[in-house]
């Protein structure tokens, strides 16, 4: 089993930016790779960042790339979203996500944490 817990979630205007951290436990949680979803109000989950165990190999959605930043402190097992120029369409849950490749991060994951809200205003 692995726990996450994500934090870090908050309000900012438009062209902010913002981190979010996910810390993985568990016994076996240092072998996962990990990543970030999304859900914005009214629509299904997506794929947003994945990062591979050791984080030497990174992959992003379209829509975040060049703006959003994943990174993972392999001591602290936790992993970090840094979303820079947020725009109001960024607006929703994230949801962080540990798989046993990245392949199974981008969806679906093995383990998923509770969320937390990020809203960007115009």
């Known amino acids: 089993q692995v726990q996450l817990v994500e934090s870090g979630g908050g309000l900012v205007q438009a062209g902010d930016s913002l981190t979010l951290s996910c810390t993985a436990s568990g016994r076996t949680a240092d072998q996962y790779a990990l990543g970030w979803h999304r859900q914005a109000p009214g629509k299904e989950r997506e794929f947003v960042a994945a990062?591979?165990?050791?984080?030497?190999?990174?992959f992003y959605s379209d829509f975040v790339k060049g703006r959003f930043i994943i990174t993972r402190d392999t001591v602290k097992n936790t992993v970090y979203l840094q979303m820079n120029n947020l725009i109001p369409e960024d607006t929703g849950d994230y949801f962080c996500a540990a798989g046993i490749n990245t392949a199974r991060v981008k969806g679906p994951a093995d383990y998923w944490g509770q969320g937390t809200q990020v809203t960007v205003s115009s």
């Open positions: 990062i591979t165990w050791g984080g030497g190999t990174t």
